[in-house]
Structures are given as structure tokens and as C-alpha cells.
């Protein structure tokens, strides 16, 4: 069946400007997480979305940026006003239990 | 999960030879662990699982080794073969009724030499 997919796949924006990033989960998955790696680096948790519960936004490093997830599908994550530290792949999963199950990224260059 | 801005570690080994990438875990109440392996421009993929209340599983060219005591993971590949190279990830996952928690460890980059 289908995998997580993310769109899009490369994204090049100026600095200062907002930039939505969509991740389309696999269908039936309650949990969704977003993850930011930058070059060369580990895993940066984001925010987690489980079912409809309250999202935990615990990894947001700062109000600009911000996460919506509708129901159990789509999920949009928000950069606003963006900076070139912002430059990373911005990795989304979801899972039905432990197994995490990623999507290919959107890779985001701030000039 | 979180994982730290850390440059990845990093592990060579000959085309042949048996790889070993190891794991600090940080939560003794973890009872669920899954090794990822990140190949370039690509997502994290699972390679093999193992719960809490077993020490050791096998896979195919891959065994997984969980030391409880010193809360210690480890990722062994036999015969490593270049499409090994990749970034492999430990996750370290807590079940509950609020969801599951997942913390990722920072990773280490494997590269095999022809």
C-alpha cells in the first residue's frame, strides 16, 4: 500500500517568508509526528498528533512555528517568518503503534 | 522523541567484516526498542525490533542485543556490505495510555570500504 508522503520534496524560500509543509500519513494511523534533521545530524523532535488527543507541541523550538493535523489524515506544518537556522529536512511518520513509519522528507533551503 | 544537534558519529569497517553500533538508551522504563536505519535522502526505515523482556534477536545478517542493566542497546550486522552504509538509528519507546513516547538516539553514520 502506500507510505507516508510528504510534499514538497524541496522547498526554497527567502527568509522572512512563511512556508507550509504537508505530510499525507498512512491511512488508519492515529499518530503522527513531525521531525526536523539538519545536515549531517540526528532526529529533532517536532510535535506528536495521537488520535484526538492534545498535540504534543513540546519540541517546537519557537512561535513560529506551529502544526495542524485533521482528524486522522493530513497534517501541515507552519514556518512563519523563516530564518536560514530554519534550513533542514523536515521529516514526518506515522504509526499505528511503536514502528514509525517515515516519509521521504521535505528538504527546506532559507536564503 | 528528541534527539540531540550532535554531529553523527561515525563508524568504518571493511566490505565483509561484522559491524557493531551501540546504544545508550536513558529510560529504565522503556520496554520496546527498534533499531531505523537512514539511508541518504531518505526517511529512517525499521531494521529489527526487540522488547524489554527479551535480551537478544536475530534477523537476518542483523542481531539486536538489549542489556537492561546498564541500559544498553546494540545493533551487530554480519557481513557488512556497502548498501549497509546508512545512518543507524535506536528509538527507545514507553508505552501508556496517553500514547507511546518515543526518544530517538543521535545516531551513528556506518560506512563500508569496498
Known amino acids: 500500500g502506500a507510505g507516508v508522503s510528504q510534499s514538497p520534496s524541496n522547498k526554497v524560500t527567502e527568509k522572512g517568508k512563511d512556508v507550509e509543509l504537508r505530510c499525507d500519513p498512512i491511512?488508519?494511523?492515529?499518530?503522527l509526528y513531525w521531525y526536523r534533521q539538519r545536515l549531517g545530524q540526528g532526529l529533532e523532535f517536532l510535535i506528536y498528533?495521537?488520535?484526538?488527543?492534545?498535540?504534543?507541541k513540546s519540541g517546537l523550538p519557537s512561535d513560529r512555528f506551529s502544526a495542524e493535523r485533521t482528524g486522522e489524515s493530513v497534517s501541515t506544518l507552519t514556518i512563519q517568518r523563516t530564518q536560514q537556522e530554519d534550513s533542514a529536512v523536515y521529516l514526518c511518520?506515522?504509526?499505528?503503534?511503536?514502528?514509525?513509519?517515515f516519509g521521504p522528507g521535505t528538504r527546506l533551503t532559507v536564503t | 522523541g528528541e534527539s540531540v544537534g550532535l554531529h553523527l558519529p561515525t563508524l568504518s569497517v571493511q566490505e565483509g567484516d561484522n559491524s557493531i553500533i551501540n546504544c545508550a538508551y536513558s529510560?529504565?522504563?522503556?520496554?520496546?526498542f527498534i533499531w531505523y536505519k537512514q539511508e541518504s535522502g531518505k526517511g529512517p526505515q525499521f531494521i529489527i525490533d526487540?522488547?524489554?523482556?527479551?535480551d537478544k534477536r536475530q534477523g537476518q545478517r542483523v542481531t539486536v542485543l538489549l542489556n537492561k542493566t546498564v541500559k544498553h542497546l546494540s545493533l551487530q550486522i554480519a557481513a557488512t556490505q556497502p548498501g549497509d552504509s546508512a545512518v543507524y538509528f535506536c528509538?527507545?519507546?514507553?508505552?501508556?495510555?496517553?500514547?507511546?513516547?518515543?526518544?530517538f538516539g543521535a545516531g551513528t553514520r556506518l560506512f563500508v570500504k569496498a
Open positions: 526487540i522488547r524489554s523482556n527479551m
Open positions: 528509538a527507545e519507546n514507553i508505552g501508556g495510555t496517553g500514547g507511546f513516547k518515543t526518544i
Open positions: 511518520a506515522s504509526s499505528n503503534w511503536y514502528e514509525q513509519y
Open positions: 529510560n529504565s522504563a522503556s520496554d520496546y
Open positions: 498528533f495521537q488520535g484526538n488527543s492534545a498535540p504534543d
Open positions: 491511512s488508519g494511523h492515529t499518530a
